[in-house]
């Protein structure tokens, strides 16, 4: 019954005369919506803000304008009440127009011939600001069109936004932040009830109020609206007392410019946000920045004017300070210059993630002995950062003193491309893009790389193998992407490494080694001198420090211990001087086991001297150690044997040798280190060694190389190897052809023609590498 009485009335009401007026409106309205639907396009002032939601940096808008977006939680109760009951008390209970008020205004002006009042409401007023026009009797129905349509497609807060955010306030001042800002140095929510009333007033006088020179006229103003506030029971009548009591001393100020190389970075990324909401935490960007400006104005004398710091936090990967040069507005050292986005040589700083890597694929441990002399590597012969050589050396040694030649050694074991892929996880743009052309020098700088990236890369150390992007940009929907780079396991032996403070890249100065930060880090300084890097981190900040010239000038005093490093000990002490005594903790997969002490391999029967060694449990390798070798020698211990030409008569003895690399024995004989070599074998053996162990390394030339010789006047050739302990003499063929004997390690030299080149080294045991190279005359 009841179904059955709504559809007779539901039905009546659409037979009826209003029901068919009401649906034609509605239609009319649809159809003029259709034909003239809202367009909102308005362009706002880039705001940057702190983590805290302080403004930062703020940007002019497309059309030069100080149109700063306000957010609705920055619209107070104060300011809400202020604005409504002075500019549209009736504005929650309108639809866009109050018919009362627009008869009221048409009355008035039809009967005194002249505009004496308006009827516009702030949603009207929304109209005219975002659609500006000639003010007519045919544009004022447009607009209560328009007004009408907003009422519709906006709620009423959204509304009240519209009219805040484009309120005009003289010159290219829009919106009530922008005031805000500009005269108060305060945000919205942050206005009293005086300095409300007081931005309330000046948009319908703008010339006349203006802020900053008719200040004592704008406090009378403000007060008449107080005192209406009053009458309006707005506001409680203590609160209009302390706001009529309220001096007005303002004058206009200039814009926050603080941040200024990631303020340019975010706005080019975001150009259409109108608030871009960062991390950074201002007093920590202050400190640093205050500790750049002051070390860049010390290190100037020296030539060195530009620096670069960026601050990560451990724990969220949100950048907390971001310094990309010393003096922005320094035009002539290019302070503009981004240091933190530009591509720059790493230096030795890419060897951590290098051992780190070999750790994790069981190709070493930290006691493993590599040897640090001079290695030709297809042409490419490394030197050390103090051109010294140290003969055998642990690779812990070789991390903390930044060794070049065992770095080379592990990229040669590992293979470049495993280490390439690490940093393409890492996100190494360049790297990526240089791929192909990138060689064994990648390790020692041979690639580019930004601050930003270096960073990142040992925030990994920091979070346990896992790789994250640092965050310079809040998001409405947080979200994180870790991937895993090295293992956690590996991470530690890198950490227990660099925190030594033992090493050559520990700053000499005792101003900066006085307190010394409880951090793990790593120096780098680029060929040429041109880049000091130096990054360390603890369980709170990983920082990254870079120091040198934009220009790329090199500077012979500049490196990684001396000049970067002081500065990111100084930025630790300060921003983390506090900080609790908690370090990384040792995983339960790193293990501690005996090692030779003279190889770092698993001890034999020949090793007396055994020390403790960290290994990563099934991981790391189980050589057994091979550092000594026994060998047949005559009681005068002038001759050896083989197992085949052993004396029958017994005359003869067991005796171990040190089994030296061939490359070290080369290297002693450079230096004239004395050791025991072993005896030439039995001249009367027939047997042929036809082991692919200890042969001959051909070092000059280089294995299919080109070289130029001049066709009048050709140069001579150097032909020189490294040969095992218990070889005395070498054999060189060219072409198959011999040339000449020599002592092992002599050098020997020819006179090449053009053409293809065959050369053969063949030692006394006839063991025999062959290499090829190409010689072209000029």
């Known amino acids: 019954m009841f179904k059955s009485l709504s559809q007779k009335l539901f039905g009546f009401f659409f037979k009826s005369i209003y029901g068919k007026t009401i649906i034609v409106l509605l239609g009319l309205m649809i159809l003029l919506n259709l034909t003239f639907p809202l367009k ?25 304008k100080w149109r700063m977006y306000v957010e609705l939680k920055e619209i107070t109760p104060t300011l809400r009440k202020a604005i409504i009951t002075k500019e549209d008390k009736y504005f929650y209970y309108h639809f ?10 048409l009355y008035n002006n039809v009967t005194k011939g002249r505009r004496t009042s308006g009827a516009s409401t702030i949603t009207m007023q929304v109209v005219r600001m975002l659609y500006p026009n000639e003010r007519t ?10 007004a009408t349509q907003l009422e519709i497609f906006y709620s009423k807060e959204e509304i009240l936004q519209m009219y805040l955010n484009l309120v005009p306030y003289g010159s290219n001042i829009e919106g009530i932040k922008s005031a805000s800002y500009l005269y108060f140095q305060k945000s919205p929510d942050r206005l009293s009830l005086a300095e409300v009333t007081t931005l309330a007033i000046i948009p319908n006088r703008p010339t006349s109020l203006q802020l900053g020179t008719k200040n004592p006229l704008i406090v009378q103003e403000r007060n008449k609206w107080l005192e209406r506030f009053r009458k309006e029971k707005a506001f409680e009548n203590q609160a209009i007392n302390d706001a009529t009591k309220e001096p007005l001393q303002v004058s206009r100020h200039e814009a926050p410019k603080l941040v200024p190389h990631l303020a340019l970075r975010l ?14 935490k201002q007093p920590i960007q202050a400190k640093v920045e205050q500790i750049v400006g002051n070390y860049a104005n010390r290190v ?20 907390e300070s971001y310094v990309g040069s010393a003096d922005f507005y320094n035009k002539t050292d290019g302070g503009q210059v981004d240091g933190i986005q530009a591509i720059r040589s790493p230096g030795s700083a890419l060897k951590p993630v290098l051992y780190a890597t070999a750790f994790d694929k069981g190709l070493i441990t930290p ?32 991390l903390a003193n930044s060794l070049n030649i065992p770095a080379v050694k592990v990229v040669r074991d590992l293979g470049k491309k495993e280490l390439i892929e690490v940093l393409k996880k890492a996100n190494f743009q360049t790297v990526k893009k240089q791929e192909k052309d990138l060689g064994l020098s990648i390790v020692l700088g041979g690639c580019g790389v930004t601050l930003e990236e270096m960073t990142q890369l040992y925030a990994v150390f920091a979070n346990h193998g896992k790789w994250e992007k640092a965050r310079l940009k809040r998001e409405a929907k947080e979200s994180r992407s870790v991937s895993p780079l090295v293992s956690p396991e590996s991470c530690f032996l890198i950490t227990q490494i660099l925190s030594q403070i033992k090493r050559p890249d520990l700053p000499n100065n005792f101003d900066y080694t006085y307190r010394l930060p409880k951090i793990a880090w790593k120096t780098g300084t680029s060929f040429g001198k041109r880049d000091a890097w130096s990054i360390g981190y603890n369980k709170k900040y990983t920082i990254g420090v870079w120091v040198g010239n934009f220009s790329g000038e090199g500077v012979p005093e500049l490196s990684g211990a001396e000049i970067a490093t002081p500065l990111l000990f100084q930025i630790f002490n300060s921003i983390d001087y506090n900080s609790n005594n908690e370090w990384f903790q040792q995983p339960k997969n790193v293990v501690s086991r005996q090692v030779c002490a003279e190889s770092g391999d698993l001890p034999n029967e020949y090793c007396p001297n055994k020390i403790l060694d960290y290994s990563i449990r099934n991981v790391s390798h189980t050589h057994k150690c091979a550092h000594i070798k026994q060998f047949f020698v005559n009681y005068a211990e002038t001759i050896s044997y083989c197992t085949q030409c052993l004396p029958m008569d017994g005359n003869y003895k067991g ?20 050791y025991e070599r072993i005896p030439p074998h039995n001249l009367a053996c027939t047997r042929v060694f036809g082991t692919v162990n200890n042969l001959p390394v051909i070092t000059n030339p280089n294995e299919g190389s080109e070289y130029y010789i001049n066709a009048k006047d050709p140069q001579q050739m150097q032909l020189a190897c490294q040969a095992a302990n218990d070889v005395k003499e070498v054999y060189w063929y060219l072409n198959d052809k011999l040339l000449r004997k020599a002592k092992a390690n002599q050098p020997v030299f020819f006179v090449p023609t053009a053409g293809k080149l065959r050369i053969s080294c063949t030692d006394d045991k006839g063991r025999s590498s062959t290499i090829s190279v190409t010689i072209k005359s000029e």
Do not use: C
Request: no cysteine; aromatic share 12%; net charge neutral.
């Open 300 to 319: 100037r004398a020296m030539n060195i004017h530009n620096a670069a710091v960026l601050v990560i936090n451990n724990e969220t990967m949100q950048v």
């Open 40 to 64: 909102i396009n308005t362009k706002y002032s880039t705001l940057i803000t702190a983590s805290d939601g302080t403004l930062l940096h703020a940007f002019l808008s497309p059309d030069d």
């Open 267 to 280: 706005k080019k990324q975001y150009p259409d946000e109108p608030t871009i909401r960062t991390y950074i």
């Open 367 to 398: 006691k493993n002995i590599i040897n640090d002399v001079p290695t030709n590597f297809s042409g490419f012969e490394p030197e050390n950062f103090d051109k010294k050589f140290n003969g055998k050396v642990t690779v812990e040694f070789a």
């Open 655 to 674: 005796k171990n040798y040190m089994n030296y690399a061939p490359e070290l024995i080369s290297f002693y004989e450079l230096k004239h280190i004395l």
């Open 137 to 146: 009797y045919w544009n004022k129905l447009s607009e209560i069109g328009k």
């Open 96 to 105: 866009g127009v109050n018919p009362i008020a627009i008869i009221r205004a």
